[in-house]
Antibody
Framework: QLELQESGPGLVKPSETLSLSCAVS??????????WGWIRQAPGKGLDWIAS???????YYNPSLKGRLTISIDTSRNQFSLKLTSVTAADTAVYYC??????????????WGQGSLVTVSS | QSALTQEASVSGTVGQKVTLSCSGN????????VGWYQQISHGAPKIVMF??SLPSGIPDRFSGSKSGTTHSLTISGLQPEDEADYYC???????????FGGGTELTVL
């Protein structure tokens, strides 16, 4: 069974860059059938998809955040990462990494990490 | 405003059958299967239904159905441990994005 673990700073200053990594264990990140994704949840709010990537580097970004986002994958370290630039208080959230399983046209978020709280504050 | 619409809250008693709904349009639910995610006490979400299929380990009191651009999650024989927030999600072809509903808070009375 796959396990995912987010890591990154819990506090980021406004206008700076938020960087998070997700370490994958229990399987290879190079599995061709999987995408790997980030989802966030602001305090007291619902889930919001951020971005997804597969082993070959195909990416999908939330249009509302595109331009500030970079998702990348490191197959040698079996992890994938997220960078979000020019953060504001509105980016304060719990950030989850997750596997995106299934087939083209029929995918779902299968395994989730425990989440990493990121607070944007000076 | 979420692309998918869910009830804000639903409640039921132990043993009762409850149905949660998720409404979208022809670009999302009308085209792609829907996933339902259970989030207990703000912990990590867990998938409990995909389309009409039950993921491994999920009790068979959970079931899914679709009518047009609305997908429903039914819990037959409600249990105290089912109390949670439930979110629906699918791909939206016009937005080129995964979309989530606003979530339904399920209370077991």
């Amino acid at each position: 069974q796959l396990e995912l673990q987010e890591s990154g700073p819990g506090l980021v200053k406004p206008s700076e860059t938020l960087s998070l990594s997700c370490a994958v264990s229990g399987g290879s990140i190079s599995r061709s059938s999987f995408f790997w994704g980030w989802i966030r949840q602001a305090p007291g709010k619902g889930l919001d998809w951020i971005a997804s990537i597969n082993y070959s580097g195909t990416t999908y970004y939330n249009p509302s955040l595109k331009g500030r986002l970079t998702i990348s994958i490191d197959t040698s370290r079996n992890q994938f990462s997220l960078k979000l630039t020019s953060v504001t208080a509105a980016d304060t959230a719990v950030y989850y990494c997750a596997t995106v399983a299934g087939e083209t046209g029929a995918r779902y978020f299968d395994f989730w990490g425990q989440g990493s709280l990121v607070t944007v504050s000076s | 405003q979420s692309a998918l619409t869910q009830e804000a809250s639903v409640s039921g008693t132990v043993g009762q059958k409850v149905t949660l709904s998720c409404s979208g349009n022809s670009n999302n639910i009308g085209r792609y299967p829907v996933g339902w995610y259970q989030q207990i006490s703000h912990g990590a979400p867990k998938i409990v239904m995909f389309g009409n299929s039950l993921p491994s380990g999920i009790p068979d009191r959970f079931s899914g159905s679709k009518s047009g651009t609305t997908h429903s999650l039914t819990i037959s024989g409600l249990q105290p441990e089912d109390e949670a927030d439930y979110y629906c999600s699918t791909w939206d072809n016009s937005l080129s994005a995964w979309v989530f509903g606003g979530g339904t808070e399920l209370t077991v009375l």
